[in-house]
Structures are given as C-alpha cells and as structure tokens.
C-alpha cells in the first residue's frame, strides 16, 4: 500500500520541480523567543551582502495582522506607514528595505493576513473554487504561496528575501509557516529558512542561555520546518563551545550559526553579518557561487562620514507622535543619511507639539538650530506646530515642513502676515472664513476612508533659483504623497504677492506641491514626504541642503 502513495508523492515532487521552479531562489526570515529582534534589519542586511556581490534582490514583508495595509493603523500601534511609488501602504520595514538596497519596494513586497483572506474570499464570492469548500490548506496558503513568488515570476530577481511577520508559535503566523513549509517541498533546491532567535545573558549565572533557541527551533521542527541558518540575538560574544551546543542540539551546521551583536548602529550590521559569513553561507546552500567578493566601498564611506563628522547641529521634530520615536522613522534615518553627506552629527531634538504655546516657544526652540515640523493628521497639536512655525519664521531658523507641517506654515503665513485671522484646514474646522488648506472638488464626492487619499508618486515641477530647484538641481521631480487635503489656489495670488511662493505644482493639476519664503534663510514646506526616498547610496537632496542651510546660517550667526 505504501508504494502507490511513495510514486504520488514522488510524482508530485517532480510536478513541482519541473513545471513551477524558476531561476529565482528563496529565503525565508523567521523570528522566534521574542518580537523586536531585528528580522527586518536582519533580512535588509543580507540582501545588502547580496546584492554587493552582484545579485539582484528584493525582500517582502508577510504580516500577520488582520488589517488589509497599516493605512488605518494608529503610529502607537505600529509605528510609521511607509509609502511605496504605486501608492502602497506598507509596513516601516519596507523603509529598511529600500534604505538598505537603494531599490524602490511596491505593493507585492508587503502582504497582510488581511489582504490574503481579502482575496480568497472575492474569488469565493466569484465562484472561482466551484463549490468546494474553502479552507486554511489549501486555499489560504495557496494564495500566501501565489504573494510570495509574485515577485520572482519575471526572473528580475535572483534572490527573494520574506520575512515573516511576528514570532514562531505566535497563532496568527501559523498559515504563513505553513506555507513556507509547502514551499521547501515543492522547490527543495531553491529555499532556506533563516531563523532569527535570541541567547539572553543572565547576569545572575554569568552566562548565555542557550535553551530559548533551542525551544524556539523545536516549535519551528513541530511545524515541519527545520531552519538552514541560526542568526543568534546576544549582548556577549557566541563563544565557540555554545555555537556547537547550538548546532547540535537545532540540526544546523556549526558554520550557520551566526553571532548577531547589538550594533552601534543598524547600519554596522551589514558588516557584521560579513564578519560572520552569513552571505556566504546563504549562497553555498543555495548553490549559487561566492567567488565575487561584495563591493562595500561606499557603504563604508557613509559609515566613515557618520562616525567621524566635523560639526554639529541640534535639530528639533515637533511632532505628535514623538513618545514612539519609530512614528517618524523615515525622518530620522534622512537625517542620518544628510548628517553623515555634510560630514554633520544631527542632533535630533524631539518636542510634542501639544506642549509648545506662544508663552513657552522660545524656551523650547530658543537654543535649536533648525526645525523640522513632522507630518500628521487630525487636530490634536495643530495649535502648537502653527506656533513653533511663526517662531521660526519670525527669528529666521531654518524650517523644514512636511505634509501637515507644510500645510501648518501655510495657515500661520495667513493669519500672522496676510491677516487672515481665523484662516484654517478644512480637515479641522470644515466651515472656516478662509479655507487656505482645502480638499480637491473632485475627492469630495469619495467615500471610503482612503479613497480621498492622495497616494504615491506624483511629479512635480520646480521654479528656477528656488531652494527646492537649488537642491534637486533639475526641475522636474517625482515624490511620495500621503494626504488628502491640498493648497487652496483661490488664495495663491495672495500668497505670492506677499511673499510665500509656490516653487513647487503638479504639471498637470496645477496644485501646489512645495512653498518657500524667499526672505528667510532656508524656509521650504513640502505637501509630499521627502523622508521615504532617502537612501544610504541617495541621500535626499532636500534633508541634505536642510542641513547644509543649518550649518551655513549657524556659523553667520557665530
């Protein structure tokens, strides 16, 4: 009885051997013991070795949660909503993601548990599975599996990292392991699992720990997984005696247990994981060749400017969200990459909006080199980033407004220098006397929560001689959108003629994209967010003059 069943199985095998295994190799970022580890970091940092040795990757993010995007996820619960070119909303780690490889990342690189049920359920409802009853296994990892190779059908990759989302024996990931399960089968040559996992210290033994990995690789060998590679979370060095522990007792070999220290910064970890070889032990297991050796050259430029700057700048974010440092992480890692190009240690200086009133502003922002006032929606500290604005304005410090902070210094121009006293958002008060930040006509009649959102890339034209154009050098440029309110053109003649100029419009709708103050200087607020495209190897243009600006307007003060 047990030969039939073996010549299926085989059958089976051969099946998905042949007619579905392509050039693309996978490989699979698990995390277990505890969340918070890094799989994200991890992942970037071996596509960046990867892709230094003359491979094509990109990675993906497979989250476990329920919601369809993070679009509608509040920054307390998860942190900042990346925003991809086709207007995806996505996960933050698709922010490591692009920062690390210098690729743009779109909608196939973050899927959720919602997305997936989303989908199987509109093909239920189309009849696509002819009745039959609609299940986890199949149809739900099928449609995991189908998300997965989305991206290496074309061949443009040779390599794809997912990382999925949560922790081994978390419920909510269980289809998901499963489905990676499914895919070390079917395509036994072309997938690994690296599993991430944590060695904690404890100071009472004076020793690590070694039995959370070992638990942690058991839960996975439970679920049919055996993972490839070890990639060991620790404070202490992984002395050779607990690496062999580790491999014995987890089924790895002694070489694909990886030391994984806590870094001085995230962007030393790419060079650790050198030191460790994990690139090379990714490669020999995936038969692909290891003779090039990765081109870290600039990578290691960066590093050298950012360790070693030459000045300094105190720059404040006033912002809402700034308890959760992670609701502006875009920002803060740009102004990382334009530290480290004006060989400049940024300071950042982070201020709840709520907390700034025309009493305290100068004693909050009186010693601050430049500020920054941080995207955002709703009313709650709109008071306090209007006020920090007319400070700013008023004492010439280097501004820098993004979206809501763009749209801010708009309403403050209105009421303190063209009189317009009760002028608003029509997001706050929806009948105000004069609607300087208003929504388009056309989004008005939409619905849906998102549908009136402006998403994604859109270009911008650019003035001559303006910052913005100083700072692009070209007059043409594509950014990043997230909104849904807009500059209200009825008052921009106004504006111009007093001297708040539009150096920024949409080609073809005419809205206004980027305002400066000509008499100020460095006074630029953009409706679009700069922060998503800034890179290590592209270092946004308008972060990088920010901080130039800053440097050029302390040193004439001094």
Same mark, same amino acid.
């Given at each position: 009885?047990?030969?039939?069943?073996?010549?299926?199985?085989?059958?089976?095998?051969?099946?998905?051997?042949?007619?579905?295994?392509?050039?693309?190799?996978?490989?699979?970022?698990?995390?277990?013991?505890?969340?918070?580890?890094?799989?994200?970091?991890?992942?970037?940092?071996?596509?960046?070795?990867?892709?230094?040795?003359?491979?094509?990757?990109?990675?993906?993010?497979?989250?476990?949660? /329920?919601? /369809?995007?993070?679009?509608?996820?509040?920054?307390?619960?998860?942190?900042?909503?990346?925003?991809?070119?086709?207007?995806?909303?996505?996960?933050?780690?698709?922010?490591?993601?692009?920062?690390?490889?210098?690729?743009?990342?779109?909608?196939?690189?973050?899927?959720?548990?919602?997305?997936?049920?989303?989908? @199987?359920?509109?093909?239920?409802?189309?009849?696509?599975?002819?009745?039959?009853? @609609?299940?986890?296994?199949?149809?739900?990892?099928?449609?995991?599996?189908?998300?997965?190779?989305?991206?290496?059908?074309?061949?443009?990759?040779?390599?794809?990292?997912?990382?999925?989302?949560?922790?081994?024996?978390?419920?909510?990931?269980?289809?998901?392991?499963?489905?990676?399960?499914?895919?070390?089968?079917?395509?036994?040559?072309?997938? /690994?699992?690296?599993?991430?996992?944590?060695?904690?210290?404890?100071?009472?033994?004076?020793?690590?720990?070694?039995?959370?990995?070992?638990?942690?690789?058991?839960?996975?060998?439970?679920?049919?997984?055996?993972?490839?590679?070890?990639?060991?979370?620790?404070?202490?060095?992984?002395?050779?005696?607990?690496?062999?522990?580790?491999?014995?007792?987890?089924?790895?070999?002694?070489?694909?247990?990886?030391?994984?220290?806590?870094?001085?910064?995230?962007?030393?970890?790419?060079?650790?994981?050198?030191?460790?070889?994990?690139?090379?032990?990714?490669?020999?297991?995936?038969?692909?060749?290891?003779?090039?050796?990765?081109?870290?050259?600039?990578?290691?430029?960066?590093?050298?400017?950012?360790?070693?700057?030459?000045?300094?700048?105190?720059?404040?974010?006033?912002?809402?969200?700034?308890?959760?440092?992670?609701?502006?992480?875009?920002?803060?890692?740009?102004?990382?990459?334009?530290?480290?190009?004006?060989?400049?240690?940024?300071?950042?200086?982070?201020?709840?909006?709520?907390?700034?009133?025309?009493?305290?502003?100068?004693?909050?922002?009186?010693?601050?080199?430049?500020?920054?006032?941080?995207?955002?929606?709703?009313?709650?500290?709109?008071?306090?980033?209007?006020?920090?604005?007319?400070?700013?304005?008023?004492?010439?410090?280097?501004?820098?407004?993004?979206?809501?902070?763009?749209?801010?210094?708009?309403?403050?121009?209105?009421?303190?220098?063209?009189?317009?006293?009760?002028?608003?958002?029509?997001?706050?008060?929806?009948?105000?006397?004069?609607?300087?930040?208003?929504?388009?006509?056309?989004?008005?009649?939409?619905?849906?929560?998102?549908?009136?959102?402006?998403?994604?890339?859109?270009?911008?034209?650019?003035?001559?001689?303006?910052?913005?154009?100083?700072?692009?050098?070209?007059?043409?440029?594509?950014?990043?959108?997230?909104?849904?309110?807009?500059?209200?053109?009825?008052?921009?003649?106004?504006?111009?003629?007093?001297?708040?100029?539009?150096?920024?419009?949409?080609?073809?709708?005419?809205?206004?994209?980027?305002?400066?103050?000509?008499?100020?200087?460095?006074?630029?607020?953009?409706?679009?967010?700069?922060?998503?495209?800034?890179?290590?190897?592209?270092?946004?243009?308008?972060?990088?003059?920010? @901080?130039?600006?800053?440097?050029?307007?302390?040193?004439?003060?001094?």
């Amino acid at each position: 009885m047990l030969f039939p069943n073996y010549l299926d199985n085989f059958a089976s095998r051969i099946f998905y051997g042949i007619i579905m295994s392509n050039s693309t190799k996978y490989i699979f970022v698990t995390g277990g013991v505890a969340s918070s580890l890094g799989k994200g970091i991890i992942s970037a940092s071996l596509a960046k070795l990867l892709q230094a040795r003359g491979y094509s990757v990109t990675i993906q993010k497979l989250d476990p949660y /329920i919601n /369809i995007d993070p679009g509608t996820l509040n920054p307390y619960e998860h942190g900042e909503c990346f925003v991809t070119d086709d207007g995806a909303e996505t996960d933050l780690d698709l922010g490591h993601y692009e920062r690390f490889l210098n690729v743009p990342t779109s909608q196939a690189n973050n899927v959720t548990t919602g997305r997936i049920y989303q989908s @199987v359920i509109e093909k239920e409802r189309r009849g696509d599975f002819l009745g039959k009853t @609609v299940q986890v296994i199949p149809h739900i990892t099928d449609e995991i599996k189908e998300r997965i190779q989305l991206l290496g059908k074309d061949g443009k990759y040779d390599i794809v990292i997912t990382e999925i989302g949560g922790t081994v024996g978390d419920i909510e990931s269980l289809p998901y392991v499963e489905a990676v399960r499914q895919m070390l089968w079917e395509f036994e040559n072309d997938c /690994i699992v690296v599993h991430l996992t944590l060695v904690p210290y404890l100071s009472a033994a004076g020793e690590l720990k070694t039995k959370p990995t070992q638990h942690s690789v058991k839960q996975l060998l439970e679920l049919g997984v055996q993972p490839d590679v070890l990639c060991c979370r620790t404070e202490h060095p992984l002395e050779l005696g607990l690496r062999k522990k580790i491999a014995k007792f987890c089924n790895v070999n002694l070489n694909a247990v990886i030391e994984a220290r806590d870094a001085e910064t995230i962007y030393d970890v790419p060079l650790l994981m050198q030191k460790e070889e994990l690139d090379k032990v990714v490669l020999d297991k995936l038969n692909f060749s290891t003779k090039s050796k990765p081109n870290l050259d600039q990578w290691n430029k960066f590093l050298e400017n950012l360790k070693n700057p030459t000045s300094e700048v105190t720059i404040a974010l006033v912002g809402k969200y700034v308890e959760l440092k992670d609701s502006y992480k875009s920002i803060s890692e740009a102004f990382i990459h334009a530290g480290a190009v004006n060989r400049t240690k940024v300071n950042i200086k982070w201020v709840h909006s709520e907390k700034i009133t025309s009493e305290n502003v100068e004693e909050i922002l009186g010693e601050i080199d430049g500020v920054l006032v941080a995207p955002g929606f709703g009313s709650r500290g709109i008071s306090g980033k209007i006020e920090t604005i007319r400070f700013v304005r008023e004492n010439k410090i280097p501004f820098l407004g993004i979206c809501l902070g763009m749209q801010c210094a708009v309403i403050e121009f209105a009421r303190n220098v063209l009189g317009m006293k009760d002028a608003h958002t029509t997001e706050i008060i929806e009948d105000c006397k004069y609607p300087v930040i208003n929504m388009m006509k056309e989004q008005k009649t939409i619905s849906k929560l998102g549908g009136t959102m402006r998403l994604g890339a859109y270009k911008c034209q650019l003035v001559p001689e303006s910052n913005a154009f100083k700072a692009y050098n070209t007059d043409l440029i594509s950014e990043r959108h997230r909104h849904r309110y807009e500059f209200n053109n009825e008052y921009l003649e106004q504006f111009e003629k007093t001297g708040m100029k539009a150096t920024g419009k949409n080609p073809e709708t005419g809205l206004v994209e980027i305002i400066e103050i000509a008499d100020h200087p460095w006074f630029v607020g953009t409706q679009f967010h700069p922060e998503y495209k800034s890179t290590v190897d592209n270092p946004h243009p308008l972060f990088s003059s920010f @901080v130039k600006a800053i440097l050029s307007n302390k040193n004439k003060i001094k």
